[in-house]
């Protein structure tokens, strides 16, 4: 017995179906021989990594039940396991005539018309029944029973001498413990079906709790910018999408952009190596996330960050731009860490975050005029 899991892309046609409603019981062939039985189950709402999971399921090689059920005297009496349209579910030959082949494909030619069409109606209908034929050898007897919730007939073949020398004896209470013992085999096998899912399904949360920690921390490292700690320019990607939909909603009453350019990084790199570069870095950054402790602080390129306002940080930006202006022109003067920055709030006009970037992006530049004035570097 082996246990699966699916995400819908399977040999497995009810898992093609837009939903799944209760147990679900089928057949599939392996490689296109060996004849399993499918309990499948719905697992609404699971997944693992992302991935949702339709189904969880064991396969069960109708073979192997058959060998545990069939009966056999002397060779002369055969079972199967037939669908509704009389295909061979078991892969056992019965007989001489019907062999492995299609119940009704085998009979067409052998018996009366009228009994053909009545047993197929049985077979359609889950009905039991018996039909009798000549087999060249023998006159044989196929009895059959419906096995309920499966649309399946289980069927015996058994030679007019047995008939006669058993059969007769059988008793109704022998045929109806047979059949309790059939149908107490396929509760067991549904049972064990269960107790398998539930294991699997307590083993699946727990790997999936421990797949989603995982998920956040790579995803906390692909957001994350290695050099400062604040995050980088994916991270910025990401909630640009997010606000672009805010805004097409109409969801955000205040949003402010403020941008950021490190002012002599080129001439640090030049002069004193590229250590010292990422040193000045790491300063003009510490600084930007001091002043503007509400906002998120993105890197999003060598020397350039981009600060989103929104909330408590919104309602303070113009008091922290003010402050960290002031900062930067004390430090041209002590050769300290000098950026330029520019900043914009979103208008009635603007439908993208990236309308509000522009217009800070621009006055960043005009104020990078004004620092070289005052005997900044620009490089």
């Given at each position: ?61 109708i ?20 669908a ?24 067409k ?18 009905e ?61 096998a ?36 290695s ?9 910025y ?29 080129k ?17 003009a ?9 509400q ?17 408590k ?28 920055i ?20 621009q006055?960043?530049?005009?104020r ?12």
């Amino acid at each position: 017995m082996r246990l699966f899991s699916s995400t819908g892309r399977s040999r497995h046609s009810f898992l093609s179906d837009e939903n799944l409603n209760g147990r679900i019981i089928s057949t599939v062939s392996i490689y296109g021989s060996s004849k399993q039985l499918c309990l499948a189950i719905p697992t609404p709402g699971l997944t693992i990594m992302g991935k949702p999971f339709k189904a969880c399921f064991v396969q069960l090689d109708i073979k192997d039940i058959v060998d545990l059920l069939a009966f056999d005297d002397e060779g002369r009496t055969s079972f199967a396991l037939y669908a509704q349209n009389g295909a061979n579910l078991s892969g056992t030959e019965l007989g001489p005539v019907i062999l492995h082949h299609n119940f009704f494909e085998a009979l067409k030619d052998i018996v009366p018309v009228n009994v053909w069409k009545d047993n197929r109606e049985n077979f359609e209908n889950a009905e039991e029944g018996s039909i009798t034929f000549d087999s060249g050898e023998a006159e044989e007897t196929l009895c059959y029973v419906p096995i309920q919730d499966t649309g399946w007939e289980m069927a015996v073949l058994i030679r007019e001498s047995v008939i006669q020398d058993q059969i007769r004896d059988i008793s109704e209470k022998n045929l109806d413990t047979n059949r309790s013992q059939i149908a107490f085999t396929f509760i067991a096998a549904l049972g064990l079906a269960g107790i398998l899912l539930h294991q699997f399904r307590k083993l699946s949360m727990v790997r999936l709790e421990e797949e989603k920690e995982t998920s956040r921390t790579f995803q906390t490292m692909a957001n994350t910018d290695s050099l400062t700690g604040v995050r980088n320019k994916l991270a910025y990607t990401e909630n640009e999408a997010a606000i672009n939909s805010q805004i097409e909603a109409g969801e955000l009453p205040n949003l402010g952009v403020v941008v950021g350019d490190l002012n002599g990084l080129k001439h640090v790199n030049d002069t004193q190596g590229h250590a010292a570069g990422d040193t000045l870095i790491k300063d003009a950054c510490a600084m930007i996330c001091d002043y503007f402790k509400q906002g998120a602080v993105f890197r999003i390129g060598g020397d350039e960050f981009a600060v989103i306002l929104q909330g408590k940080g919104f309602d303070t930006m113009q008091e922290a731009i003010d402050d960290l202006n002031r900062k930067v022109e004390e430090n041209i003067k002590e050769n300290g860490v000098v950026v330029s920055i520019g900043y914009s709030v979103l208008g009635d006009e603007d439908t993208k975050l990236r309308d509000v970037f522009e217009r800070a992006d621009q006055m960043m530049y005009e104020r990078k005029k004004e620092l070289k004035a005052m005997g900044a570097q620009t490089r």
